[in-house]
């Protein structure tokens, strides 16, 4: 079980240290933004949709290890996913960060993978709203919702 810590220690450092998809898009058809008011990370997200299937996800920003770990892993991720995938990959990272029975979260991380790296959070309330802070956004982004996307 160490052994996973530390392995999901390293993912998070690495991620976190090099972000992937850190650029910004200019044929993206849903920019948003999304700020954590509690850590002051920020985050603008590009996403290139096209009848349904996320042809591209990138992402610019500034903020603490895990909101950059996770935005980094979540593009990585969610990249040639559908809209209702990656929906559904949403709905599972919340429930990692909030899920308290064991089977239950045993089975959310074997289906999340890498991006199960950001389970350790819920140790941390604070953290919890760094972690989500791209999953939010993307979600504003993906159904157009109009208003500002906050943690708070
Ligand atoms: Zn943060």
Redesign the pocket.
Known sequence: MSDLRDLYQQLIIDHSRNPRNFRESNHANHIKEGY?P????KITLYVDEEHGLIKDICFRGV??A??TASASLMTEALKGKTVEEALQIFQDFQRLVTESDYDKLEEIKSRLGKLAALAGVVEFPM?V??AT?AWHTLKAALTNDQEKVTTE
């Open positions: 954590n509690l850590c002051g990370d903020g603490c895990i909101s953290r709203k760094c802070l």
